[in-house]
């Protein structure tokens, strides 16, 4: 394992890693879960970047933790043969994701609940989701890895005011969907038949913003939602639905910052 802060770089094949940070891969060293790591290089393979895998822990107290957490991340990356690099840090695990996370193209996180119910999300998942650096994705057991699920749609929700936070999950998901063949699937839910997003020709259905996404969830290769972390809290696509969502989804949820734009990283 490397010294807290220094990355470790490596492929199947020995070439460096580059110093970018395409995907960041968010592990818990007390619970690194084997579903992350197959899931994070299928979407680097799909979209040409790296994987960049970062280990928190709050004190010398966890070292044992992460040291075996980041040989176990180690071993798994390798056998993707995925261009990518290991990186242990102490601190706050959520500002350290955030801090990393700055320019990269995608955090990826665990979903944290226990047992069936997906009802949780842990605190790192809360502070990155709340003010993101750039786009975030919260992984479920269960969730099919990117590459098996071609024909599957890419449901974005759209909120019936054309926020920029709505125009950049539709721009996120469109700029996925040229790269893995998805189709997009935007969607407006409203409640007592508000008008349509202007200038956005997005299908608009009644109920609740969070079941009803969370209900066409299933069987979607995504479910994509725009925020902005100082939104007002009346708004209906507020922080808040990003969390409900990524907790309550079946199928990997994605929360995308307004200020996100194609080919700008964060």
């Known amino acids: 394992m490397s010294r807290p802060g ?8 020995g ?9 960041v891969l968010a592990i818990d060293p007390h619970r690194p879960v084997d579903y992350l790591v197959p899931w994070a290089a299928a979407y680097a393979a799909e979209t040409g970047t790296s994987v960049h895998a970062l280990l928190v822990a709050r004190n010398d107290a966890e070292h044992a933790a992460l040291t075996a957490a980041s040989a176990r991340i180690a071993r798994q990356l390798v056998g ?5 690099e290991i990186e242990t840090r102490y601190g706050i695990p959520g500002d350290v ?12 996180l665990a979903d944290a609940s226990e047992g069936a119910g997906r ?4 605190v790192v998942g809360q502070t990155v ?17 990117p590459s098996s699920v071609p024909d599957r749609p890419i449901v974005v929700g759209v909120d019936s005011a054309g926020t920029d936070a709505s125009v950049a999950a ?3 998901a469109v700029d996925y969907a040229t790269k893995s063949d998805n189709p997009v699937a935007p969607l407006t839910v409203a409640r007592d038949h508000e008008p349509s997003s202007p200038g956005l020709d997005v299908p ?7 079941s009803e996404l969370a209900a066409r969830s299933e069987g979607a290769a995504a479910l994509v939602i725009g925020t902005h972390h100082d939104q007002h809290p009346r708004q209906p696509f507020e922080v808040g639905l990003g969390l409900w969502c990524a907790s309550h989804a079946k199928c990997p949820t994605v929360i995308v910052p307004a200020s996100w734009q194609p080919d700008a990283g964060g």
């Open 6 to 13: 220094s990355p470790t770089a490596g492929t199947a094949s």
């Open 15 to 23: 070439q460096e890693a580059s110093t970018g940070h395409g995907v």
């Open 80 to 84: 993707t043969g995925i261009e990518h």
């Open 97 to 108: 994701v955030r801090e990393v996370g700055i320019g990269a193209d995608l955090i990826v």
């Open 119 to 122: 009802s949780i999300l842990g």
């Open 129 to 145: 989701i709340s003010n993101p650096p750039c786009p975030v994705v919260v992984v479920h057991p269960g969730d099919e890895v």
């Open 170 to 172: 539709l721009s996120w």
């Open 204 to 210: 608009v259905v009644d109920g609740t913003p969070g």
